[in-house]
Structure formats: structure tokens, C-alpha cells
């Protein structure tokens, strides 16, 4: 289990570039991986994920690895609007100010986040 503090309600950011390597190393095959961004994430662009970016899912989801379009550049997050109906095997997800925590602390299975 991975413990995070939550100073004055708000979750910790963690670098998505370290949350890449592990799913990069680990995906095999025909497996599907893709960063997905909550539509409010307005405030991780400094991150540098940029929800205004319009993917699109025929290349984000169907090309290559080496294309920098494609789901598993691990690049351009789609929202969960963009994503709805695609399967992805290994996912990175990211959420500004949306997601809250209660009592100061938030607890996640370590195998479910990077």
C-alpha cells in the first residue's frame, strides 16, 4: 500500500514521467496502455498534460508505439469521454482538483498506481 498525506484537502501529484517507465517496461504483445486525464483537469498542464489537446481515437488507440499519437506513447491523455469504450490494459490516470480525501490520509493498492 502506497500512504499520501493530503495537506489542506488536496492530493499529491505524482511525476507521470516515473508512472511511464513501469508500464513502458512491463507492457507485452497486443496490450493497450494510455494516459487518461479527468475533462476538469485543467490544472495539469504545468505537468505537462493538456486535456484542450483533441486526440484522435482511431490513432490514439490503434497506432504503433513509436507513434507519437498512439495511446502507448504514453503522451496525450484522453478524457474519460475520449477513452469511454476503450479498453486499456495498463492506464495512468491523473485528476487535478476533483478528487478529494477525507481524515488526511488516501490509501491506494500500490499495484493499481504507479
Known sequence: MVNARCPSGTMPLL???VSRRPIRQQRRGT???GLVASSSAQRL??????????????????SPPRDTRSSLY???AATEFQAQGLELDWTIVTW???????GGVT???QNHFA
Open 107 to 109: 490509501t491506494f493498492p
Open 74 to 76: 504514453l503522451e496525450d
Open 15 to 17: 511525476d507521470v514521467s
Open 96 to 102: 487535478a482538483d476533483g478528487l478529494g480525501c477525507g
Open 45 to 62: 498542464k504545468p505537468h505537462p498534460i493538456d486535456i484542450r489537446v483533441n486526440i484522435d481515437p482511431a490513432h490514439w488507440f490503434l
Open 31 to 33: 496490450k493497450r496502455a
